[in-house]
């Protein structure tokens, strides 16, 4: 399968990287060892059947060919590095004269591999199978290529070889029949197991760490994760009101994901408070137990508190005897505990064992997991093969972009069926996704009848809604005089119900407007309650404190925007809710007697800001609270109705004609048979909006808190009075920079990170090519750091927006 390397006559003063104090590694040698870590990483995630799967996905039948160029694209990746510059320039080898021409390999190490392919396919009869060779050799050769760089596009590269039996097959490869996604996430994989295994290689000869342990499930921590979790259970076996709900929906889904092992996309669709993460767990547990090669257990979500709460969760199971790793960007990198030789090595161990997702469960952001499947960089790809035989739980979906939905899915089906890939898919309000495509297949439902849960009476009937405040609406653009009535009658409502409940939850689309009814409220019941705000512009420390406070028994009113819906673990009595989507209702209801020990909990849902200001193009807005027949659906807990409709709306999104005679998702097909990387990956963004960050200094008395991040702290990070002070953590912020060794920066630099989210605050564009005018003292990496803070900060420690855009004379979305 490897090509000999002693064929090319590559003589032993040919140099692949160099370090002082270190003898040079020859190109043989650096070679061998990528060798030796990619058949570590095929051997390990058993990966060699899914290469040949993938041969077959895409119809090339030359078998033995097909394997050769792959493993040799990656084995010989940098037969460029003979290139005489980069041997004087970059090596500093002496052999060779100086010069001034280019030091660069990669292309020349795609030119060479070209050529080692070319006579054995010119080989081939059959005129089919030739320009598929053709094809495939180029697509390899592409990967190499990039193997510095970034992935981009492939019709650039093919314009730069100018071959002219690529231009020929380029002019037939319409009837090459290639499946356009399996041919894209062969290349991607491709690209993973390359750069990884160069650089597994590069940091065992730079560092002399070598890598054995990939973070993966064995039988014996199965057996482990088995026993641990068995024992967790045994504290609900006597189970009775809704415990003995979420048992029933616990061992139905178990027993129809046994049933159905073939199935690749699992459907969880069960009601907030049934034990949705206990059950997700119970079934990666038994999809590892019933599927030898599945070895890693992915998680993700799309908040943070989410993460934080199933970390909890896992902790809990387990007891530390796995290593259950969050990887986001405000968690910082996990220290390695060996005792290795020197700080440096640790600091590379630890950085490695993030970077390539080293530990047998990773808790992890839908952001990561899109920048794995779809990014162009060297650091998104990376772990991309620790995805393939592995278990996927994908927590809140119908929170993602929903115009991305058909290209998700379409793209999870393939990458499930291509690389052994088990997702388990769940909600309370859970969009059947699957229906938006064309060919569906191995798409499976955990549970029967979802009535049996959702119309039980410890969730259809566990709180009450009410939708008097949305009577006799005309719903068109109201003047001052009718938002005044309409908050009127918000007040009056709670007026009415303040005697009857403890604890109150508001919950409006707009800061501005829960900044007004928070001051309102604060005015006239500060004696009667204690009354918080929750919103974007609150950090985190803050949020905490105040889901803490709601914990307590005392009467209280929260008055929050949106971040309030999904991953926050409050129970509140009664709630008041500014309508915005179906699913966003539910959400909130979820915050709701969440434990079911209350009889009477109530929710009213009323009209006073225009959604389709912060919602936008969003799909959903159509199908809302203002229409009787969304009211029944939100009753009865049929969200599939509601989704339909949503579903319906999004084929007509995505088929509608966009240029010329193409709709949006012809014209994505086209870029990915064109391997367009970078506009898939430029589609396929989940957060497009780009924002300005600024860094207010302020101190904070993390005795007030009590959260991870402030557990054991520096005391260094802190002022003589044990207040964490801002002005420090951006002095090491821009001391970061003073750090020559890669790897500790980045680990440092995820430390600072987790402090940094209790100072900074975000400000999104309007404009892509909007410059940051504002009052700031020092910009850093994008972050703008102002001195002055103290009009633009609360005693609370809450972000004065508005005083900080006017003072600023900017203007932000």
């Not at 970059?90 to 660069?104: A, I």
């Not at 203002?626 to 989704?643: I, S, T, V, W």
Request: charged share 30%; net charge negative; glycine share 2%.
């Amino acid at each position: 399968m490897y090509i000999d390397f002693e064929q090319f006559e590559i003589p032993d003063n040919i140099f692949a990287h160099r370090k002082e104090g270190k003898p040079k590694e020859t190109l043989k040698e650096h070679s061998e060892l990528t060798k030796k870590y990619l058949e570590l990483l095929i051997k390990n995630k058993n990966l060699s059947y899914l290469i040949e799967n993938l041969s077959k996905a895409i119809s090339f039948n030359q078998l033995n060919l097909f394997k050769k160029m792959f493993y040799n694209a990656i084995y010989l990746h940098d037969l460029g590095k003979i290139n005489p510059s980069f041997q004087r320039n970059k090596m500093d080898n002496l052999d060779f004269d100086e010069t001034r021409s280019s030091s660069r390999h990669s292309f020349l190490s795609a030119k060479k591999f070209i050529e080692i392919f070319k006579d054995e396919i010119n080989a081939i009869e059959d005129d089919i199978e030739f320009y598929k060779a053709i094809y495939v050799l180029y697509n390899f050769s592409y990967q190499i290529s990039k193997h510095h760089g970034k992935l981009d596009s492939f019709e650039t590269f093919i314009a730069k070889i100018n071959d002219i039996d690529l231009t020929n097959t380029m002019m037939v490869l319409d009837k090459l029949n290639i499946p356009e996604f399996e041919l894209y996430i062969l290349n991607k994989l491709l690209f993973s197991l390359l750069v990884s295994a160069d650089y597994y290689a590069t940091i065992e000869y730079m560092a002399g760490l070598q890598t054995e342990d990939f973070g993966l499930f064995n039988q014996k921590s199965k057996e482990e994760f088995k026993e641990k979790l068995d024992s967790y259970l045994t504290q609900f076996s006597n189970s009775k009101g809704i415990n003995k709900l979420r048992a029933k929906l616990f061992k139905e889904s178990e027993e129809n994901l046994i049933k159905n092992l073939n199935g690749n996309i699992f459907y969880l669709e069960a009601p907030t408070g049934s034990g949705k993460t206990i059950t997700s767990i119970n079934l990666a547990l038994k999809l590892l137990e019933n599927i030898p090669d599945l070895n890693k257990i992915f998680y993700i979500f799309p908040f943070n508190t989410l993460v934080e709460q199933t970390k909890k969760v896992f902790d809990d199971i387990l007891q530390s005897s796995l290593n259950v790793e969050v990887i986001n960007s405000i968690t910082p990198t996990k220290i390695d505990d060996e005792k290795l030789e020197n700080e440096e090595t640790k600091y590379k161990k630890s950085y490695l064992n993030r970077l390539f997702f080293h530990n047998p469960i990773i808790l992890t952001t839908h952001i990561s997991l899109f920048n794995i499947l779809f990014g162009t960089s060297k650091e998104d790809n990376y772990p991309l093969w620790q995805l393939a035989n592995s278990v996927i739980i994908i927590d809140e979906i119908q929170s993602y972009d929903n115009n991305l939905w058909w290209y998700m899915i379409e793209f999870f089906q393939k990458y499930a069926k291509s690389l052994n890939i088990k997702i388990i898919i769940m909600s309370a309000t859970l969009p059947k996704l699957d229906s938006l495509l064309e060919k569906s297949s191995g798409f499976v439902d955990l549970i029967n009848d979802r009535s049996d849960y959702f119309e039980d009476k410890y969730f259809m009937n566990r709180v009450k809604l009410d939708f008097s405040l949305l009577e006799n609406e005309k719903y068109s653009k109201h003047s001052d005089d009718d938002r005044d009535v309409r908050i009127r009658n918000l007040l009056l409502s709670f007026e009415k119900e303040k005697d009857n409940y403890q604890k109150f939850l508001f919950e409006f689309i707009r800061k501005d407007t829960a900044r007004e009814i928070y001051n309102i409220l604060k005015e006239n019941h500060d004696e009667e309650f204690e009354i918080y705000e929750l919103t974007g512009d609150d950090n985190k420390a803050y949020r905490d404190y105040v889901i803490s406070q709601t914990k307590q028994d005392k009467k209280i009113i929260i008055v929050a925007t949106q971040v309030i819906e999904a991953g926050v673990d409050i129970d509140m009595d009664i709630g008041f809710k500014d309508i915005s989507t179906l699913d966003g209702e539910e959400q909130f209801l979820g915050r709701i007697n969440r434990n079911c020990k209350k009889e009477n909990s109530k929710a009213y849902f009323f009209y006073l800001d225009d959604e389709q200001r912060i919602y936008k193009s969003d799909n959903r807005l159509e199908f809302n609270l203002r229409k009787k027949e969304f009211q029944n659906l939100l009753e009865n807990k049929d969200f599939q109705q509601f989704y339909l409709s949503v579903l319906r709306r999004i084929n007509q999104t995505g088929n509608s004609i966009t240029s010329g005679l193409e709709s949006k998702i012809s014209n994505f097909k086209k870029n990915i048979s064109k391997l367009d990387y970078r506009n898939i990956s430029k589609t396929m963004t989940l957060i497009k909006s780009q924002n300005f960050t600024v860094f207010f200094p302020f101190k904070i008395d993390i005795s007030q808190y009590q959260i991870n991040e402030f557990q054991n702290i520096d005391s260094s990070l802190c002022d003589e009075n044990g207040f964490l002070d801002g002005e420090i953590i951006w002095q090491r912020f821009k001391e970061l920079n003073d750090i020559e060794d890669f790897s500790q920066k980045q680990v440092e630099k995820s430390k600072i990170n987790s402090l940094m989210q209790f100072f900074t605050f975000n400000l999104i564009k309007y404009d892509d090519n909007q410059i940051f005018t504002g009052t700031y003292d020092e910009e850093l990496n994008g972050i703008y750091y102002v001195i002055n803070y103290e009009m633009f900060i609360t005693d609370d420690l809450k972000f004065k927006r508005k005083e900080f855009l006017e003072e600023s004379n900017e203007n932000f979305l």
